[in-house]
């Protein structure tokens, strides 16, 4: 059986409002397909070796838990970026997307440094972005739940994950949500994302696969009419 490797970012500190859920769809979209899955965590003060990774996956957390990581992220900075270039998947969620700017500024006024993946920066702010959403991105509509003070900024030439259909997205003002960089994607959306969205998630699953000579297979192993509903049902809620 086929070995994939799913490293998941500071489990402990940075896992919230259900984010776990994006490891457990991963895994079972892939073991329906008939590949072992290996997870390997990675916690604070952990040496890792990227270029074992296929995917990376890293969730967001409370402030205390962003500050706790924010420093010890420096550590794997130029790791991350190689495996990046060489296309690695990322997904990164709401403070770990953050995080992967180049700054996050706290509404107190603290900086925690970035390691610059994306090009953008995140204020803290008194308002509240949250509810559902929907954003239209280039791999089909993608739904999900938001719930954070940060707003982000791209710079004219970092790409989004998407343009912002309902919700608020990276700042409730310019319409973008996420962001996106080689195989590395960003994005606000917690609720748990991929379980909501097989389309995206296989999207990720065929980069992965690709990166190693392999190929997606569609199969009729795997039944998506729950998520699909599951999705339905949070579009038709109130913000």
């Known amino acids: 059986m086929k070995k994939i490797v799913l490293a998941h970012l500071y489990p402990r500190e940075m896992n919230i409002y259900g984010d776990w859920g994006n490891i457990v769809a991963l895994t079972k979209r892939l073991e329906w ?16 070796d990227f270029s074992r990774a296929d995917i990376v996956f890293g969730g967001g957390g409370q402030d205390r838990g962003q500050v706790a990581v924010a420093d010890d992220l420096q550590r794997h900075r130029e790791a991350i970026h190689v495996a990046a270039e060489q296309g690695t998947v990322f997904l990164l969620v709401c403070g770990l997307y953050q995080l992967f700017g180049h700054m996050f500024t706290t509404i107190e006024g603290a900086e925690l440094p970035g390691i610059g993946l994306f090009d953008a920066e995140t204020v803290g702010s008194s308002e509240r972005l949250i509810g559902n959403v929907v954003v239209q ?17 791209l710079a ?35 609720g748990s994302l991929l379980p909501k969205n097989p389309d ?20 009729d192993k795997i039944d998506d009419s729950l998520a699909e509903r599951a999705a339905a049902v949070a579009k038709r809620r109130p913000q």
């Open 33 to 48: 397909r008939d590949y072992e899955v290996v997870y390997e965590p990675i916690g604070l003060g952990a040496e890792y």
């Open 137 to 153: 991105t280039p791999w089909g509509e993608v739904v999900g739940f938001e719930n954070h003070s940060g707003k982000t900024t």
């Open 156 to 190: 004219p030439e970092q790409s989004a994950l998407g343009r912002v259909v309902q919700g608020h997205g990276n700042n409730g003002e310019d319409g973008f949500e996420g962001a996106v960089v080689h195989n590395v994607f960003g994005t606000y959306l917690h």
């Open 200 to 219: 995206f998630t296989d999207e990720l699953l065929r980069r992965a696969l690709e990166r190693r000579g392999d190929k997606l297979v569609i199969t």
